[in-house]
């Protein structure tokens, strides 16, 4: 029986996805899991949103935040000396070579297990994940356009963050939702329940008519 089909959007600039990725495993096994590249920074612009970077108190928790998780679920982490980092190179490049889930792992372990800063030790990171390290980086319109794309076909789906998954029309964002998207595979029809249809029909005040 062939499992069920899901998406997973990231960025190599987040550390929850690092920690999503060590976490994945009860994932794996009952779904098909496509890693797909998207540009964060970019998907913050067409949401008009901040990341947690840009707020000082929240980069100050997202940290905390992190370390602690790291250390309750025992995986090795190491914040790189500069953060956030730029990240499109990298993202272009992930997407160019259709990077598998071997090259995504190797490529997060460079930045969160080791601390490394691909931006400025970019040979290094091309090593570190299996290419040559006189790998250009990408810059031709074509692979720009393929990100930009990307990450406005992520936006269309309901992505507004990293890491995220989208099963069966369904977001989950975040490395908290990984038992989330459990139990809606157990329960399929979970949204279509009273208490899920009735928060949509909740009156935001923000939002004018």
Wanted: hydrophobic content about 40%; overall charge neutral; some cysteine.
């Amino acid at each position: 029986m062939s499992k069920p089909q899901a998406d997973f959007y990231y960025d190599i600039i987040s550390p929850f996805t690092y920690l999503f990725l060590r976490l994945r495993a009860p994932l794996m096994e009952r779904l098909e899991l496509h890693p797909r590249p998207i540009f964060f920074p970019g998907l913050l612009r067409l949401q008009n949103n901040r990341g947690p970077a840009e707020v000082s108190e929240k980069r100050a928790h997202t940290y905390d935040l992190c370390i602690w998780m790291a250390k309750r679920h025992g995986i090795p982490m190491q914040f790189p000396k500069r953060h956030p980092f730029p990240s499109v190179a990298m993202q272009r490049l992930l997407l160019e070579r259709n990077a598998d889930w071997t090259m995504v792992d190797r490529a997060f372990d460079f930045v969160w297990a080791e601390g490394r800063d691909p931006d400025l030790e970019w040979p290094q990171f091309c090593a570190a994940i299996g290419l040559s390290d006189t790998t250009p980086r990408p810059e031709g319109p074509e692979i720009r356009q393929r990100l930009t794309d990307e990450t406005a076909k992520a936006a269309a789906c309901g992505v507004f963050g990293v890491p995220t998954v989208v099963l069966g029309g369904h977001v989950f964002w975040g490395t908290d939702t990984i038992a989330w998207v459990l139990d809606f595979l157990e329960d399929p029809a979970m949204f279509d329940r009273p208490e899920f249809r009735a928060l949509r029909a909740i009156e935001n005040p923000l939002i004018k008519p």
